[in-house]
């Protein structure tokens, strides 16, 4: 079946670098995703990785993908309070249509 | 494009009225999808739209929720009567065929306080 977990909540320094790990279950998944939602707003999505990558970069965001641990990572460098916000990871399959399926989300508080 | 277009964004309304939430999805965009978010349950589907046509409504809570398609540009969701419990911010977003997009685009949200 679909599941995504994620843990709930992730707290640190400014200026220091955040990882914010997700497991998945379906192994035929074929994107990952991290949406960003700011407070009082909806979900931005914030990159993706194509399921037969490894490892994708964009400026300050690092995504890790163990597909044989079906493990997921975002790391965010030299975080900023504006990072503040809760992140989602989700998967998606083939097949008709983009079904993507969300974690709960994991907020990430940056502390001055 | 402006995105995905919630109205209101704020509603107040008291137990048993009903309520009716509006979206505008991205142009071009052919599949619709209504969300919940609560602390207790996170993001819920509650149903979904392709080319208009609902197809999955397995997610919608009960007979009081009711959500319309009529048109690509155009979708309702209806609550009748509303209840305190419904009290969430509910989100549309709205993708098309992946390799054109890629996951969704989510609207600002619609949060519904029922007193």
């Known amino acids: 079946g679909e599941d995504v977990e994620q843990s709930l909540f992730l707290s640190v320094r400014e200026g220091d670098s955040s990882v914010i790990n997700c497991t998945y279950t379906d192994s035929s998944s074929t994107y990952l995703y991290w949406y960003k939602q700011e407070p009082g707003a909806g979900l931005q999505l914030l990159t993706y990785i194509f399921s037969n990558m490894d490892m994708k970069q964009d400026q300050r965001l690092t995504v890790l993908l163990n597909k044989k641990d079906k493990h997921l990572s975002l790391r965010i460098a030299d975080t900023q309070t504006g990072d503040s916000a809760i992140y989602f990871c989700?998967?998606?399959?083939?097949?008709?249509?983009?079904?993507?399926?969300f974690g709960i989300g994991t907020k990430l508080q940056v502390i001055p | 494009d402006a995105g995905v277009i919630q109205s209101p964004r704020h509603e107040v309304t008291e137990m048993g009225q009903e309520v009716t939430l509006r979206c505008k999805p991205i142009?071009?965009?052919?599949?619709l999808f209504w969300y919940r978010q609560t602390m207790m349950r996170g993001l819920e589907l509650l149903i979904y739209?392709?080319?208009?046509?609902?197809?999955?409504d397995s997610g919608m809570p009960e007979d009081r929720f009711s959500a319309k398609m009529p048109n690509a540009s155009f979708s309702t969701l209806k609550i009748q009567p509303s209840e305190p419990r419904d009290s969430a911010v509910y989100f549309c977003?709205?993708?098309?065929?992946?390799?054109?997009?890629?996951?969704?685009?989510f609207g600002s949200g619609t949060r519904l306080t029922v007193v």
């Open positions: 977003a709205s993708s098309g065929p992946l390799g054109e997009t890629y996951g969704y685009t």
């Open positions: 739209f392709n080319n208009n046509v609902p197809i999955d």
């Open positions: 989700a998967e998606s399959f083939s097949g008709g249509y983009q079904k993507v399926t």
């Open positions: 142009s071009g965009h052919d599949y």
